[in-house]
């Protein structure tokens, strides 16, 4: 008898998937059984509409290959795409079992140079493009585990090391990924009484959005190992959104290449307490004495 797959029967969204980290997304999710909506507007890096339709085109890959797969290719930053995208799996599947959201683009600018177009375009794609998917798939599952059907549920958000360190010339990418770890962790917090489980990853791969960034990236000779490539993220990415991830919710993995790390935020350092109200030069004199003793932060990307 051969083995069962991880995600066998489970309909799983990915939004963005027809390209790079999406598209690897979707292949490896079908590979392991999954029944796909695959979401793509087909914009180009800035956030314009392309010429062709990546969404079906990875939906016929898929479907090439034996697996099932439906192409969607509405707006996720608007209140009907992203009830039309929840509407498409359920319509086609009859069900719902996983959210991975990952659409974005970049508009990098230095902070003096960036305007409020820019500003406001990064964060529609990737906050409101999060949250208006999410907002949908959570209220057919609270709605399911009201209903008694309780949904084992998971919703994979894509944050970045932008994100969690930040990145110079990217002001709004970095605000908005570091956005995305906040509502991961609210959601998580919300939703884990109705059977819905939500982390987040920060990825680091080689795709449209960073083919600049990694452009001398090499396969190490003799190795075979593409430590840039795409796919090597999507493992993790699968397994969260599969059955075998219960239990883990509310958290943060930084993945690239062979590489998987649990990131921990934010939380109590060096600390001190007077009583009563500090002067001004007090407070500044018990900073000081405290940044001596706390960990140096990471070094926000591009400063190195």
């Excluded at 009201?146 to 944050?159: E, F, I, L, W």
């Excluded at 680091?204 to 960034?213: H, I, L, P, W």
């Excluded at 593409?226 to 990415?237: F, H, K, Q, T, Y």
């Excluded at 350092?269 to 407070?283: I, L, V």
Aim: hydrophobic letters at 40%.
């Amino acid at each position: 008898m051969s083995a069962r797959l991880l995600c066998e029967g489970r309909v799983v969204i990915v939004t963005g998937a027809g390209r790079g980290l999406g598209r690897a997304h979707a292949l490896a999710y079908a590979a392991e059984g999954a029944l796909l909506v695959v979401n793509d507007l087909g914009v180009g890096l800035d956030g314009t509409p392309g010429p062709d339709s990546p969404a079906r085109q990875v939906a016929e890959e898929i479907r090439a290959a034996g697996g099932e797969a439906v192409a969607h290719g509405g707006d996720i930053a608007t209140t009907e795409g992203a009830a039309s995208l929840v509407r498409t799996a359920l319509e086609t599947y009859g069900r719902l079992d996983t959210l991975v959201n990952n659409a974005g683009f970049l508009r990098d600018r230095m902070l003096v140079n960036l305007d409020e177009d820019d500003w406001d375009a990064v964060m529609r794609v990737h906050l409101r493009g999060h949250f208006l998917p999410l907002k949908h798939a959570a209220a057919h599952w609270r709605a399911e585990a009201k209903a008694g059907r309780a949904p084992d549920a998971r919703v994979v958000n894509t944050s970045s090391g932008a994100g969690l360190l930040g990145s110079v010339g990217q002001g709004n990418y970095s605000a908005a990924k570091a956005g995305i770890v906040g509502l991961t962790l609210v959601a998580a917090a919300e939703m884990g009484r109705y059977g819905i489980q939500v982390n987040a990853i920060a990825p680091a791969a080689r795709t449209r959005m960073t083919e600049r960034t990694f452009a001398d990236t090499m396969t190490a000779p003799g190795s075979g190992f593409d430590a840039m490539a795409p796919g090597n993220v999507s493992p993790l990415v699968v397994w969260l959104g599969s059955a075998a991830s219960a239990g883990v919710t509310g958290r943060v993995f930084e993945t690239e290449g062979g590489r998987i790390t649990v990131m921990e935020g934010w939380r109590p350092g060096p600390s001190a307490d007077k009583g009563s109200r500090w002067s001004p030069a007090e407070a500044g004199e018990t900073v000081r004495k405290l940044l001596t003793e706390a960990e140096t932060p990471g070094a926000v990307y591009g400063t190195g």
